[in-house]
């Protein structure tokens, strides 16, 4: 056997064959596995025994072999066998594993299916708790006072008549007009998002609002804030203007009425955050829907709340029909839902399928706008046959649409900015007037559509109308 030599230890301690890391010394100079420097000096001679032990004599006969080869044959046996156990019990541990697991799921599925049980039960409780400001009915479902019966009537009656009669006003924007629409004055920004913009049916005042608690008068003809409407700990999730008075909702269940800047009304009904608020025509009756998948009416002469209505799901969004004996909610099940006013009970159900974004009724009385989470189309669907009659694509997800009064110009905001849709009664058709690429958060016509206001996700307000902007 030749001699090996080893590395000094004081550089590796690798093992060579001496022959061969002389030769590689002699060329290379270095050490070929670190590639350190090295010399022959540093090998270190491996001292070895010359003899090597041969096979005790019984091992070299054949019956002595096969005596060998047995044992190790038993041994491997015996090796897969408990390999074959221990996979056994794997497996059993495993199965009990998986069994238990099942069961705390089923387990779980349970306590949350109680748990949904019992906060809907408990929002009912909470609506009949609700401490609104006035003489509030304390009973859901309750039926509405003759007085406020009587208005609806009156207002649905009067409005009727004269809907389809009704001429579009002399000085209404045109489709030109509006097609020719630019930025003509921008606010600084009033708030963390935009989550609410109202206009006053006079055209220039406007409740803004974002994720704050609290909301902002803004005049558009001086282009600034003139008011600041406090809504106490929950953040503003919606307004409208009743006369001249503001009304916000906030996300811990809360609708407050404002005169200017003081606080003349406040309503807490529901069980969780408020979604949406809406004004009846009469000017005097307000609703409200929320989490707690109930509706309100309140009366704002006298500061109460007429009833509570519990649907089937939580309510988004509302808006009542042009003559108000219609109550329209948008819910999270992806439902439409059409009650009667003046009963309660459900009048009709439009499925799209998604939660809905925002509702809006066209002022021909016939036509209802819905918009679901994420979507980028408008559904029309209509009142008469029940059905939808047109979809509209706008190119990317909506945040907010707005019907003018005159039923001819449906405007939507989202992240790929403004389109302004108008609807032919000659030809019957729609075709796109305006785009901006100005992406936003709400949208709401202006006086007489001379003005499209844009509210965008930076708290900015900016008015669309013909000019330059300023």
Not at 312 to 328: E, I, K, M, N, W
Not at 356 to 382: R, Y
Not at 430 to 442: D, I, L, Q, R, Y
């Amino acid at each position: 056997m030749q001699n090996l030599v080893a590395v000094s230890l004081t550089i590796s301690g690798n093992v060579y064959e001496k022959r061969l890391i002389e030769a590689f010394i002699s060329e290379n100079g270095t050490e070929p596995t670190t590639g350190a420097a090295l010399t022959t000096e540093d090998l270190l001679e491996i001292k070895t025994q010359p003899n090597v032990t041969p096979r005790p004599p019984q091992m070299t006969s054949v019956p002595a072999m096969l005596s060998m080869f047995q044992n190790e044959w038993d041994s491997m046996a015996l090796q897969v066998y408990k390999l074959q156990q221990d996979l056994k019990e794997a497996r059993r541990e495993l199965s009990v594993a998986m069994y238990q697991q099942d069961a705390a799921r089923r387990v779980i599925a349970k306590i949350a299916a109680e748990r949904d049980e019992a906060r809907a039960a408990l929002s009912k409780v909470s609506v009949g708790r609700g401490a609104p400001s006035g003489d509030a009915m304390e009973v859901d479902n309750a039926p509405l006072p003759e007085t406020i019966l009587g208005k609806i009537d009156s207002e649905q009656q009067r409005l009727s008549k004269t809907r389809r009669k009704r001429p579009v006003p002399e000085d209404w924007a045109t489709a030109d007009s509006i097609s020719a629409y630019v930025p003509v004055t921008s606010s600084e920004p009033m708030c963390t998002g935009g989550t609410v913009l109202a206009v006053h049916e006079s055209g220039d005042l406007a409740i803004v609002a974002g994720h704050d608690t609290n909301a902002t008068v803004f005049s558009l003809s001086q282009n600034r804030p003139l008011q600041l409407l406090n809504g106490g700990s929950g953040k503003v999730t919606s307004g409208v203007w009743a006369q001249d008075n503001a009304v916000i909702a906030t996300s811990t269940g809360v609708v407050k009425v404002f005169e200017a800047e003081k606080e003349v009304a406040s309503f807490s009904t529901h069980g969780g955050s408020v979604n949406g608020i809406a004004l009846h025509a009469s000017g005097s009756i307000l609703a409200s829907v929320g989490d707690d998948k109930t509706y309100t009416l309140y009366d704002l002469e006298g500061n109460q709340k007429l009833t509570q209505i519990q649907s089937d799901s939580a309510l988004t969004c509302v808006q009542f029909h042009p003559d108000g004996h219609l109550l329209a909610a948008g819910a999270v099940d992806g439902q439409i839902k059409i009650f009667d006013v003046k009963t309660g009970s459900s009048a009709a159900t439009f499925d799209l399928r998604s939660p809905i974004k925002c509702v809006f009724f066209s002022e021909n009385g016939t036509w209802l706008a819905g918009v679901t989470e994420g979507s980028s189309s408008i559904s029309i669907w209509d009142l008469r046959k029940g059905a939808e009659i047109k979809s509209i694509e706008t190119g990317g997800p909506i945040e907010s649409i707005s019907w003018d009064y005159t039923g001819q110009f449906l405007a939507s905001v989202g992240a790929r900015g403004i389109t302004v849709e108008q609807y032919s009664k000659a030809s019957k058709e729609w075709s796109e007037v305006f785009k901006s690429a100005t992406p936003g958060e709400k949208i709401a016509w202006g006086k007489n559509a001379q003005q499209l206001l844009h509210l965008s996700d930076q708290g900015v307000l900016t008015a669309f109308g013909t000019g330059k902007q300023e």
